[in-house]
């Protein structure tokens, strides 16, 4: 049964190393993210002299599961788990959306790629960051159209405004 994945996969890494000896050979990798959640404040937009502006703003995704003996019949608490994270948009155009049309409790879809970096502190203490890099690949950040809405217009099922 696993015998021809296994065999697959030992035949690519022969030939990877074979192909090393010969030559340099780069290899492709994946850093990707996908967050669905609600924005925790108005974004910001940020420009450090000589560089690019970058649109910030907080993102808080859910994780919720059931504790206790009857999980099968949905007894028990629900425990719940907020984590918030920092979503830079440093494309031009999808950076200035961002800033305009995204507001604190706003519910957005974020794909993009993970960058862990440093930074030095105001009192010159060096920090790490984790930073959500948005708009690295296509399909990068969804705002639902009933977001950029007030809350009193209501939407029938074919997007139609409802009066």
Not at 16 to 29: C, N, P, Y
Not at 100 to 108: F, I, L, M, P, T
Not at 127 to 141: E, L
Request: with cysteine; net charge positive; proline share 4%.
């Amino acid at each position: 049964m696993f015998r021809r994945p296994v065999f697959q996969v030992l035949h690519q890494f022969v030939r990877h190393e074979s192909e090393v000896a010969s030559s340099l050979v780069l290899e492709r990798s994946l850093n990707r993210v996908q967050l669905l959640g609600r924005v925790g404040q108005d974004p910001v937009m940020r420009q450090v002299e000589g560089k690019n502006p970058v649109t910030i703003f907080s993102l808080a995704t859910n994780e919720m599961w059931r504790s206790g003996e009857n999980e099968a019949y949905q007894m028990g608490d629900v425990s719940q788990k907020t984590t918030w994270h920092r979503i830079s948009v440093f494309r031009p155009g999808l950076r200035d959306v961002a800033y305009q049309y995204v507001k604190k409790g706003s519910r957005v879809y974020v794909e993009g790629k993970v960058d862990y970096g440093e930074y030095t502190d105001k009192n010159n203490v060096r920090r790490q960051a984790t930073t959500i890099i948005a708009g690295s690949y296509p399909w990068h950040m969804e705002v639902p159209t009933y977001i950029c809405q007030p809350t009193s217009i209501a939407h029938d099922n074919t997007g139609s405004l409802i009066h």
